[in-house]
């Protein structure tokens, strides 16, 4: 029998709950100004334009609750964690006053490009902060350039820093997380990703990615030094069938086995049916459902603690409809 004490006890506790509720934003949404100024140059896939594309998508009223933020500079430390100082000296002396600089096959600088690249490490560590604090549930950061490919000591595959590997760094500096899982469903492998956490008992990353296709890596034998790393290839022409097998069998049993304390996507779209760079099949529904997945996870193991990060999508319309479904989904915890 429920006493008027305990009821009242209950009454309290929900009403404290749903204030705490009213006050939580849900999810944090972070773009950068310097996303539209970093340009490489007529003719390559990663243009400003991208980031037009989502800012529109979100302008409709279903996202008028997205708690929205610019992204400030990343902390030099927060980036030397990560790289070396020589790839940031590198940097500044191949960034040109006017016009493009090539800096490898694949990296293109013009004045705007570095500050841009350390809005988006910025944009990934404030994300981080407000997740951690309880500010956020979760957070999407839509800048660019992205990060997945970055190595220490090198910029490679349109990729300055490695955003996701800076945040989780800091994850662990900061607020002393241990188990931290990377989830990376680009089209891409994220090879940086997988160089900087091979040897790390404590961090998880897990990848779907089409093989053979840039950057080579990405093997199912590629697992890391303590089995930390679980690689799911997909093959040219594969679709929404074949990724959710691949969630199903592989990537999801080993986030939920590996428990983490909190979660960080590398939010690629460039798996889109329409994308220019990749040959998957994969549709908006196949990203609500990644992410659907993802925080129950999420919900069940590390109280919905999610830090998404934009990395590739460069048929701009698909990429900003597969950006609004993702988002929709973060928004509806
Ligand atoms: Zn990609």
Redesign the pocket.
């Known amino acids: 029998m429920i006493t008027r004490r305990a009821a009242l006890t209950g009454l309290i506790a929900t009403i404290a709950a749903q204030d705490l509720k009213a006050q939580t934003k849900n999810t944090l949404f972070l773009s950068a100004k310097t996303s539209f100024l970093h340009d490489p140059g007529p003719g390559w896939p990663d243009r400003p334009n991208r980031i037009t594309s989502i800012l529109d998508a979100l302008k409709t009223p279903e996202f008028a609750g997205l708690v929205r933020q610019e992204a400030p500079s990343a902390d030099t430390q927060c980036i030397l964690r990560v790289h070396t100082q020589q790839l940031i000296r590198l940097l500044e002396k191949a960034t040109p006053k006017t016009g493009f600089s090539a800096l490898d096959h694949d990296v293109t600088l013009n004045s705007h490009s570095l500050t841009a690249a350390i809005e988006s490490a910025g944009g990934a560590i404030t994300a981080t902060d407000a997740v951690m604090r309880g500010v956020a549930h979760n957070s999407f950061v839509a800048t660019r350039p ?1 990060g997945h490919h970055a190595l220490a000591n090198q910029a490679m ?1 349109f990729c300055l820093f490695n955003n996701v590997a800076i945040a989780a760094v800091h994850a662990r500096e900061r607020y002393n997380v241990e188990r931290i899982a990377i989830v990376d469903f ?3 492998h994220g090879n940086g990703v997988q160089d900087f956490f091979w040897n790390d008992k404590n961090t998880f990353y897990a990848s779907t990615h089409q093989m053979p296709l840039y950057p080579g890596t990405g093997a199912l034998n590629e697992t890391g030094a303590f089995n930390n790393i679980v690689n799911a290839p997909l093959r040219r022409g594969d679709c929404g069938d074949q990724f959710q097998e691949a969630l199903k069998t592989r990537i999801l049993p080993g986030l939920d086995n590996f428990a983490p304390d909190l979660i960080f996507l590398c939010a ?1 779209f ?1 798996a889109h049916i329409h994308d220019p ?2 040959g998957l099949r994969l549709l908006e529904e196949d990203f609500r459902q990644v992410t659907l997945r993802i925080m129950e996870i999420a919900q069940r193991r590390c109280h919905n603690r999610i830090v998404s990060l934009l ?2 999508g460069y048929a701009p319309q698909d990429l900003a409809s597969s950006v609004a479904a993702h988002i929709k989904a973060l928004m509806d915890v």
């Open positions: 992205p595959g680009d089209v891409h690629g460039d760079l990749g990395e590739g």
